[in-house]
């Protein structure tokens, strides 16, 4: 619970923790460009490196590794303009961008951008009825021509469904062709395991606001032999992969949220786990037509996501009628010039449009109570009954 609200959007964002809201205070009331050479800039720059170091020690990578950026978004698209930019100069022929077809809009604009206003060729990873990306299918695309492909991009996991990709597999299969693998891992941090060194990865995404950070700041984790083309140009800052004066206050207190997050995470997952098993059961005795959308298996998703169809029901309208009751979730569709499009992660599913369209998205995380879970269970039932009885008065030629 959060105030009065029942909080089940903790995908879309977390509260932040208050250890980070005192140190991003403490870290505001500082004084000092990071860049400066005087005292108030070194001491600037202090905080700025130790938190690389930290975020670097919770993520297994090299504090040298460790890029900050503005957030999700824009370590997403300095990894896939980047790395394709740097690896199509060196050779023209590497036009082909592999990406699974239920990334975050993050990396699938960014990806379509490339092919739009740069002639890149995509291919879409597909994925099965669990949202899990076929890696046959990636190790053949590959293995077809491995001197065209630019870069893959996999998230790591899912942001509507849970679901948790091959990571490591994909790994072999690329590194193998020496083909450079990108991984938006802004749902992972702090809910799984993240070892970037061990992953073999080349570019992972990290976000504060998933974790319980600031909004606004996050980092790319980028091996330091790997070519990227910046896509900011100005100051130099960040290996020159990032320029523009680092926020130093941020940068702390997404620091302190990952180390947090990732020393508690094994707990938490246990913890948010079990919650959202209750959910997933309370959801099922209430609606027993509703289906559940994404991988069961408890080690083949994130611990904190339920995803559910409710049959002959609007998204958005069960979305509204819960916020009503006083409970915040998601429906996972996008809004394109006012018209609700259903999810681009559940069609890929092969969930047909019209299931997808009545999918809502619960999501816990480090504030979820037990109460939480039981007020959505007692409203769930009557809110699909009145979203239902809508539908069926709304639909052309049905009274
Ligand atoms: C998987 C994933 N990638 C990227 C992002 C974007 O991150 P940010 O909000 O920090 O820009 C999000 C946020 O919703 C996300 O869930």
């Given at each position: 619970?959060?105030?009065?609200?029942?909080?089940?959007?903790?995908?879309?964002?977390?509260?932040?923790?208050?250890?980070?809201?005192?140190?991003?205070?403490?870290?505001?009331?500082?004084?000092?460009?990071?860049?400066?050479?005087?005292?108030?800039?070194?001491?600037?720059?202090?905080?700025?490196?130790?938190?690389?170091?930290?975020?670097?020690?919770?993520?297994?990578?090299?504090?040298?590794?460790?890029?900050?950026?503005?957030?999700?978004?824009?370590?997403?698209?300095?990894?896939?303009?980047?790395?394709?930019?740097?690896?199509?100069?060196d050779d023209p022929r590497?036009?082909?961008?592999?990406?699974?077809?239920?990334?975050?809009?993050?990396?699938?604009?960014?990806?379509?951008?490339?092919?739009?206003?740069?002639?890149?060729?995509?291919?879409?990873?597909?994925?099965?009825?669990?949202?899990?990306?076929?890696?046959?299918?990636?190790?053949?695309?590959?293995?077809?021509?491995?001197?065209?492909?630019?870069?893959?991009?996999?998230?790591?996991?899912?942001?509507?469904?849970?679901?948790?990709?091959?990571?490591?597999?994909?790994?072999?299969?690329?590194?193998?062709?020496?083909?450079?693998?990108?991984?938006?891992?802004?749902?992972?941090?702090?809910?799984?395991?993240?070892?970037?060194?061990?992953?073999?990865?080349?570019?992972?995404?990290?976000?504060?606001?998933?974790?319980?950070?600031?909004?606004?700041?996050?980092?790319?984790?980028?091996?330091?032999?790997?070519?990227?083309?910046?896509?900011?140009?100005?100051?130099?800052?960040?290996?020159?992969?990032?320029?523009?004066?680092?926020?130093?206050?941020?940068v702390a207190g997404l620091?302190?949220?990952?180390?947090?997050?990732?020393?508690?995470?094994?707990?938490?997952?246990?913890?948010?786990?079990?919650?959202?098993?209750?959910?997933?059961?309370?959801?099922?005795?209430?609606?027993?037509?509703?289906?559940?959308?994404?991988?069961?298996?408890?080690?083949?998703?994130?611990?904190?996501?339920?995803?559910?169809?409710?049959?002959?029901?609007?998204g958005e309208s069960l979305?509204?009628?819960?916020?009503?009751?006083?409970?915040?979730?998601?429906?996972?569709?996008?809004?394109?010039?006012?018209?609700?499009?259903?999810?681009?992660?559940?069609?890929?599913?092969?969930?047909?449009?019209?299931?997808?369209?009545?999918?809502?998205?619960?999501?816990?995380?480090?504030?979820?109570?037990?109460?939480?879970?039981?007020?959505?269970?007692?409203?769930?039932?009557?809110?699909?009954?009145?979203?239902?009885?809508?539908?069926?008065?709304?639909?052309?030629?049905?009274?």
């Open positions: 619970m959060t105030g009065t609200r029942v909080y089940l959007d903790h995908a879309a964002t977390t509260p932040v923790l208050p250890e980070v809201v005192d140190v991003v205070a403490a870290r505001l009331r500082m004084l000092g460009n990071p860049s400066s050479l005087h005292a108030s800039g070194r001491a600037a720059r202090k905080v700025v490196e130790e938190s690389r170091e930290s975020i670097a020690a919770a993520l297994g990578a090299r504090p040298g590794e460790v890029v900050f950026t503005a957030g999700g978004t824009e370590a997403d698209n300095l990894a896939v303009k980047g790395l394709y930019w740097a690896r199509h100069a590497r036009v082909r961008i592999l990406a699974s077809a239920v990334e975050h809009h993050a990396v699938l604009d960014a990806v379509r951008w490339l092919a739009d206003a740069e002639g890149a060729e995509v291919e879409w990873l597909p994925v099965d009825q669990r949202g899990r990306v076929d890696v046959d299918v990636l190790r053949s695309a590959i293995e077809r021509d491995p001197a065209s492909v630019a870069l893959v991009t996999v998230m790591w996991a899912n942001n509507e469904v849970g679901t948790v990709q091959p990571v490591e597999e994909i790994v072999q299969i690329a590194r193998r062709q020496g083909v450079p693998v990108h991984t938006d891992a802004v749902q992972a941090v702090g809910h799984l395991p993240v070892d970037f060194g061990g992953s073999g990865l080349d570019a992972l995404t990290v976000s504060g606001h998933k974790v319980g950070g600031p909004v606004g700041v996050g980092a790319l984790l980028v091996r330091r032999d790997l070519d990227v083309v910046p896509v900011l140009h100005g100051g130099g800052q960040e290996r020159d992969l990032r320029s523009g004066t680092i926020d130093a206050a941020s620091a302190l949220a990952v180390e947090m997050a990732t020393a508690s995470g094994a707990r938490t997952a246990v913890r948010i786990g079990r919650m959202r098993d209750d959910l997933v059961s309370a959801v099922m005795a209430a609606v027993p037509a509703a289906v559940r959308n994404g991988d069961p298996e408890p080690t083949g998703a994130l611990p904190g996501i339920a995803n559910f169809s409710f049959p002959e029901c609007d979305l509204l009628l819960l916020d009503a009751q006083g409970i915040e979730c998601s429906t996972g569709s996008a809004c394109t010039a006012g018209v609700a499009e259903p999810s681009h992660v559940l069609l890929a599913m092969g969930i047909p449009p019209d299931v997808a369209q009545g999918s809502l998205r619960f999501s816990l995380g480090h504030t979820s109570t037990a109460a939480d879970v039981t007020a959505l269970a007692r409203a769930i039932g009557p809110v699909v009954e009145r979203a239902r009885a809508a539908g069926v008065i709304n639909r052309p030629g049905v009274r």
